[in-house]
């Protein structure tokens, strides 16, 4: 492993049309590390976390994932992918196919896991969740936080380098935001290396190692939790946390 | 939950210059994008150069060159066919506004739930499973020739026929494909409808029709234009329509070249419905989707 930080961004442009999102953000994720990235909607962070993930193109700057340019064109995009693990607000699981197999996917298709194995490791993961029993059931009979936990095991199935949340939670039950971010806790316990985007404040606090600001594309204000949370410098960090209340 | 004012990302300012790394980036990809315009290219001319040369070599080719491609007996027909191809035109006009009726009153009738119309549906079931199996050329004989047969219905011309026969089979596909995308909308939509007060009968107007056709646009076309070329088979009524015409000049010049003039005016009168529903296809995804590079 090199020293370089799991993840790098310099100075990342995006625009859609007129409307620049991105305006030139620099950020380090370094190893078992779990950065929080908080701000407005409409404040660039989704867009962050999609341009990280290649699923979204960039217009300036560079992506560095364990020191390579994996926003240069020549990188295989596929191949850069399958290193970092996504899970999304809507879930996204496929319903057309049980809840093992959503695990077992890419492991299969995309890693060359032979059938076995990669069941052997998904059915260990869904029984750490909880959710063994429903290896066989189809994603839609499962409620939205256990769907999400499936989501989050389907990521990291593959062991990725880097694990990216666009606001996992965001889409549940006040009652089930829970059992997600237990998860996700536990992951970080694990060593798990985490780019998350979320509007749970307290438990930005508690998990995070560091929080970053995002406002109107840009980060105006990062630091250890206590420090932005408690001591908001930038006037649009105070104005949001009043308003988000933490 | 109200927004703080103005936090909305990028209120347009000028970018700065693009970095050095993006400048890099940027010649590369109009270096690949050329690479890959020369690369189509050559690999088109040499695939149109082996074809030419491929046919224009084969030993019978001077025979054939001559009965299907004289420009001299295309140039001499070719108003007659077009004239033809006026009553194709027509006859695909009402044939449209028949299938779409029609089209949709079996779809809908399909989807219906209440146990009252289990004799309808069931109608409208065998309807489609019947006229979908039924080859179309046996349609118009049943419809042209039959009908006006039994004596009941007073003179009136083939392509009539013709345009009646070409309703009931295509009714049936369309109603099938419509069926599908109204069988495709999540049911969450009827519901949300449903929730707002709209009946039974103005859920499936307003809301689950409209996002129906926008699904299964594409199967859709693809039926017209089939229907486009088999509103030419209304030739074998008698009624003289551009592929009649085509014939008729044929028997005329001992030449096939006017069918395949009516062939050529038949793709072209298609090449800009495909084209138009292509457009409309990509503005359609662009405003319900958003957009993302995978």
Not at chain 1, 57 to 83: E, K, W
Not at chain 2, 112 to 124: D, M
Request: hydrophobic share 45%.
């Amino acid at each position: 492993m090199t020293d370089a930080p799991v993840l790098e961004l310099r100075g990342l442009r995006k625009s859609f049309g007129e409307h620049e999102v991105l305006r030139g953000i620099d950020l380090t994720v370094d190893q078992h590390q779990v950065i929080c990235v908080i701000g407005a909607s409409g404040s660039g962070k989704s867009t962050l976390l999609k341009t990280v993930n290649l699923l979204e193109g960039i217009d300036d700057g560079q992506v560095l994932l364990q020191g390579t340019d994996i926003s240069d064109p020549r990188v295989d995009v596929d191949a850069t992918r399958a290193r970092i693990g996504v899970v999304f607000q809507q879930f996204n699981l496929f319903p057309h196919i049980t809840v093992l197999d959503n695990v077992t996917l890419a492991s299969r298709k995309v890693h060359g896991v032979d059938r076995g194995t990669a069941e052997q490791t998904a059915r260990r993961l869904l029984d750490r969740i909880g959710l063994a029993d429903f290896a066989g059931s189809y994603p839609d009979r499962l409620s939205g936080g256990q769907q999400q936990r499936v989501a989050i095991v389907r990521a990291i199935a593959s062991d990725p380098e880097l694990l990216l949340l666009d606001e996992v939670t965001s889409a549940l039950d006040p009652m089930l935001v829970g059992e997600v971010l237990d998860l996700v806790t536990e992951l970080k316990q694990q060593g798990s290396t985490i780019l998350m985007t979320t509007h749970e404040m307290h438990f930005a606090r508690n998990v995070a190692d560091r929080i970053v600001f995002l406002h109107r594309g840009e980060v105006v204000e990062q630091g250890a939790p206590g420090a932005v949370l408690d001591a908001p410098q930038h006037p649009a960090l105070v104005e949001f946390l009043a308003r988000v209340g933490a | 939950m109200t927004l703080p004012t103005g936090a909305g990302a990028g209120t347009p300012v000028a970018a700065p210059a693009p970095s050095q790394i993006e400048l890099e980036r940027r010649l590369w990809r109009r270096q690949r994008g050329r690479r890959s315009v020369v690369l189509s290219v050559v690999s088109t001319l040499v695939v149109l150069a082996v074809a030419y040369f491929g046919v224009v070599n084969t030993p019978g080719w001077a025979a054939v060159q001559q009965s299907f491609f004289d420009p001299g007996v295309a140039a001499s027909t070719f108003p007659d066919i077009l004239l033809g191809l006026w009553l194709n035109v027509r006859i695909l006009f009402f044939a449209s506004i028949g299938v779409a009726v029609f089209g949709t009153v079996l779809a809908v009738v399909r989807g219906l739930r209440s146990p009252v119309f289990f004799p309808l549906r069931v109608l409208a079931t065998a309807y489609t499973d019947l006229f979908r199996g039924l080859p179309l050329i046996i349609v118009l004989y049943l419809v042209g020739f039959g009908l006006p047969g039994l004596g009941v219905f007073p003179r009136l011309p083939p392509e009539f026929w013709g345009t009646i026969a070409i309703v009931l089979t295509y009714s049936s596909y369309v109603a099938e494909v419509l069926r599908a995308g109204m069988e495709a909308v999540h049911p969450s939509q009827r519901l949300a409808a449903r929730s707002l007060g709209l009946s039974h009968t103005q859920t499936l107007r307003l809301v689950v029709l409209p996002q129906a056709i926008r699904k299964v646009t594409p199967a859709l076309m693809n039926d017209f234009v089939s229907m486009q070329k088999d509103v030419g088979l209304v030739s074998i009524l008698g009624a003289v329509d551009a592929v009649r015409s085509a014939q008729i000049a044929q028997a005329e010049t001992y030449n096939f070249t006017p069918y395949l003039v009516a062939g050529l005016l038949f793709v072209v009168i298609s090449l800009p419905l495909i084209r138009v529903t292509d457009a409309i296809a990509r503005r359609q995804q662009r405003r319900e989707q958003i957009g993302g590079t995978v």
